[in-house]
């Protein structure tokens, strides 16, 4: 099943600028919102900072870094290009080529170029680097935003685990340990009883959770 991308917003200097993550690790933003600051025609902009020398050198370092099928032949190949009268570059023949993941080009209604936030910023400093700050600052609030959501819901589902346990515990107690069960035995009915109340109620076992939650958290 394909993931369904998170998406969000973030405001700099008036502008929206459009995040969404699959991963809830890598976030990507969108480079053709960021250059609408500088330009009518954001696609253009991409495509001049595309061309630079630096920023090829800055893209392939990325990918050399965090992408384990990139090719280094073919971006040996735009490096050497790069930065003179002929060179052009786009984010599609950029991703096709190099097999690049670092930018993403979407279509449809909320389509445009996105780049991992590492490479976002980048971006951002060439357009601007007042509208860097601006934007580095409404994505910290957003960061703030996503940890007190995810720590009160951590508190909550933590009461309620508590709280059902005792439930777990109380009712093992009365009804299944006899009285000659060594405590080593008691541990293991206690663990085994709170998995099939586990798995009755919400459908996963305690271990299953831990995975679930190391993942989400």
């Known amino acids: 099943m394909v993931k369904k991308p998170i ?4 405001q700099a200097k008036g502008i929206d600028i459009a995040i ?3 991963d809830f690790r890598n976030e990507f933003i969108s480079l053709t919102d960021i250059a609408r600051y500088k330009s009518d025609e954001p696609n253009d902009a991409i495509k001049n900072w595309m061309r630079n020398r630096d920023t090829i050198e800055f893209l392939g370092l990325w990918e050399s870094l965090h992408n ?11 490096k050497k290009e790069a930065g003179l009268n002929a060179f052009t570059m786009s984010p599609t023949k950029w991703i096709t080529t190099v097999n690049a ?5 979407k279509s449809g209604r909320y389509g445009g170029t996105f780049a991992h936030s590492d490479i976002a910023f980048e971006f951002a400093s060439w357009i601007s680097a007042e509208f ?3 934007i580095i600052k409404d994505y910290k609030r957003l960061k703030n935003d996503e940890s007190s959501r995810l720590s009160l819901g951590w508190n909550l589902n933590r009461e309620i685990s508590k709280l059902n346990y005792r439930i777990h515990t109380d009712a093992i107690k009365e009804n ?3 009285p000659e069960l060594k405590p080593f035995q008691i541990s293991m009915t206690y663990a085994s ?3 099939v109340l ?5 459908g996963i076992t305690a271990k299953q959770w831990r995975i679930i939650r190391a993942i989400l958290y």
């Open 132 to 134: 860097k700050l601006y």
């Open 20 to 22: 969404y993550t699959e």
């Open 176 to 178: 299944l340990l006899p």
């Open 101 to 105: 993941i670092g930018i993403v080009s």
């Open 7 to 10: 998406k969000g917003t973030i």
């Open 193 to 195: 009883e709170a998995d």
């Open 68 to 78: 384990p099928s990139f090719k280094p032949v073919e971006f040996d190949g735009f």
């Open 198 to 202: 586990n798995v009755a109620l919400f």
